[in-house]
């Protein structure tokens, strides 16, 4: 039996100065980011 998806997107925002606003949300959220943004993971894919 395939698994399937639950799931595709995002947020997007568009801005002038990218790195400050990856500083903003690693101060102010704790997200841990790159030049592409930031990964959020299902942690209970298998045990739903």
Request: aromatic content about 14%.
């Amino acid at each position: 039996m395939a698994k399937k998806v639950t799931g595709i997107g995002g947020i997007f925002f568009k801005c002038k100065s990218p790195s400050q606003m990856r500083d903003w949300y690693k101060q102010n959220l704790g997200l841990v980011t790159n030049e592409y943004g930031s990964l959020f993971e299902f942690r209970e894919s298998d045990k739903p």
